[in-house]
């Protein structure tokens, strides 16, 4: 039990330090408890979006003719 739930804790981990590191997310830069939550929340939603990028295969180019 204690390894997985070790395994699921750096999974949230990383997806924070994600968040923090690549998104920008250390600092909020709108104010108040809503700026937070929509900046959060687009941040969320963009890392979602590469998540998803990367589950669904890209359709092949149709070549011109």
Known sequence: ??????????????????????LKLDRLRLRGPTGAHDEFLLAATAQNLRKMAKVIPMAQPVPAS
């Open 1 to 22: 039990a204690y390894v997985v739930s070790r395994r699921e804790r750096k999974k949230v981990e990383m997806l924070f330090a994600h968040l923090k590191r690549i």
